[in-house]
């Protein structure tokens, strides 16, 4: 059997708000549903072929579909890999405003993360509802339900990075950043950040959360940046970690794809529901167009960059959407080069001097403190 893999599900493309960002286009954005049939193949097959998988609800928004088509999913799930099995884990991506006390209450019971798209005190830049998206994270957090936030930054909120970290940290809220890329919806407007200011405010919001000695919050992706310049790459940082064949997106109608930032049709792999494996979409055209544009772009990579090593070649979704598939240099590649370098060199410092662990977060501590310990475990 294959080790692993993450499917993005996307149970339906319909949403209950229009994000000024989404990757998504209005067109894309249908009332089709997936079918439980569809779902019971779909785990049917990959438990046949995958020693584990992780699971992510994504969409659209994923709480458009009732809450009787989770309970079905969670019983599929047990069906095909056990009851209470470490083969699977599931996270739930959400803009929070169907969350109901039943849904969370269900999730804390099937330990399924719930990750909540928002921006705090800026969400109304790109979002819609955030009075009500306020209410549903208080309560979660007054339950102390566990959850996290996936703040998208755009060029209205580029600078105000440091700024927003402070707030998630008020709250005790983990966050993770990533920049609009021009797909979908974003690639007509005016929400693509500028790089330079994005990386600038970055680099400032990354060196408060360092020497942050009493954040109870993870910075991400800094902290898997220092994972990663540590020589521990985490898998959930898909966009720096070789992501083809290691992930799979599928569409509410079975069409599966590489990646879930709204693939264009020429990267579709098939159809889940006209296959006999799953990994038979990994030998499809569509796969292959994807493949070969990739080794294109990271074969120049290699031979340009120093940082390919951390990087191997960064997000070919990414990368389509700002220069082309085989090439490298977009705002992607240039505010991972910079951001990341910052924080190699924080790291390196830090290594190789034997500074003082006292004065960084507790996150730093721990993983500089696994590399001085077990420096051959976690070695580049």
């Known amino acids: 059997m294959r080790p692993f893999i993450s499917i993005i599900i996307k149970p339906t493309l319909d949403c209950n708000i229009c994000c000024k960002h989404c990757y998504h286009t209005l067109e894309e954005r249908t009332s089709e549903r997936m079918s439980i049939e569809t779902l019971d193949k779909l785990f049917r097959m990959l438990s046949e072929e995958y020693e584990s998988v992780w699971f992510i609800w994504h969409g659209g928004e994923p709480l458009l579909m009732p809450f009787g088509f989770y309970k079905d999913a969670v019983a599929l799930q047990e069906k095909y890999f056990g009851k209470n099995s470490h083969r699977i884990g599931n996270t739930i991506q959400t803009n929070g405003i169907e969350l109901n006390r039943r849904f969370i209450d269900f999730c804390k019971d099937k330990m399924i993360n719930i990750g909540v798209s928002f921006e705090g005190q800026y969400n109304d830049v790109l979002r819609e509802k955030t009075d009500v998206v306020k209410e549903k994270i208080k309560y979660l957090s007054n339950k102390e339900r566990v959850f996290s936030v996936s703040s998208t930054i755009s060029s209205e909120t580029a600078s105000k990075q440091k700024e927003m970290y402070k707030k998630f940290r008020a709250d005790k809220t983990a966050v993770s950043f990533a920049p609009v890329i021009p797909a979908g919806c974003a690639a007509c407007g005016d929400t693509v950040p500028n790089a330079d200011e994005y990386i600038r405010s970055s680099i400032e919001c990354f060196d408060e959360w360092l020497f942050d000695k009493n954040t109870e919050i993870p910075l991400i992706p800094h902290y898997l940046y220092i994972l990663n310049a540590l020589g521990d790459p985490q898998e959930s940082d898909c966009a720096h970690n070789s992501c083809l064949t290691k992930w ?133």
């Open 248 to 380: 799979m997106c599928v569409y509410p109608n079975g069409d599966l794809y590489p990646c879930g930032k709204g693939c264009p049709p020429e990267f579709r792999m098939g159809n889940l529901n006209s296959m006999r494996k799953i990994s038979d979409a990994f030998g499809t055209e569509g796969f292959g167009k994807i493949i070969s544009g990739t080794i294109e772009r990271r074969n120049r990579c290699m031979a340009e960059c120093s940082l390919y090593k951390y990087c191997n070649g960064g997000c070919s979704i990414d990368a389509y959407y700002e220069t082309g598939l085989g090439s490298n240099g977009g705002d992607s590649c240039r505010i991972f080069k910079e951001v990341f370098g910052h924080v190699l060199s924080s790291v390196e410092e830090i290594v190789q001097t034997r500074s003082d662990l006292s004065q960084y977060n507790k996150f730093v501590r721990d993983a500089v403190l696994g590399k001085l310990i077990n420096p051959k475990i976690t070695g580049q």
